[in-house]
């Protein structure tokens, strides 16, 4: 599986996992909705500052957005 389709699949886990809608996530992380509906689709290439809003807006290390064991 490519790298965009794992990453995607990670953020909306962890999207669901708190019951954020898409629509929440992008209000505190300062990102556009459908940027981040891109992102969970794994079309987007995504770059080291919205990798940086998406951790902070989740609370966690960046490094936990690349464990996909969980």
């Given at each position: 599986m490519d790298l965009r389709?794992?990453?995607g699949i990670k953020i909306?886990?962890?999207r669901e996992q708190r019951n954020y809608s898409i629509?929440?996530?992008a209000n505190i992380?300062?990102?556009d909705r459908t940027y981040i509906s891109?992102?969970?689709k794994g079309e987007?290439?995504?770059s080291l500052?919205?990798?940086e809003k998406l951790a902070n807006a989740f609370e966690i290390n960046i490094k936990d957005l690349?464990?996909?064991e969980k």
């Amino acid at each position: 599986m490519d790298l965009r389709k794992k990453f995607g699949i990670k953020i909306k886990s962890l999207r669901e996992q708190r019951n954020y809608s898409i629509e929440y996530l992008a209000n505190i992380a300062n990102i556009d909705r459908t940027y981040i509906s891109d992102i969970e689709k794994g079309e987007r290439n995504v770059s080291l500052l919205i990798i940086e809003k998406l951790a902070n807006a989740f609370e966690i290390n960046i490094k936990d957005l690349f464990d996909y064991e969980k």
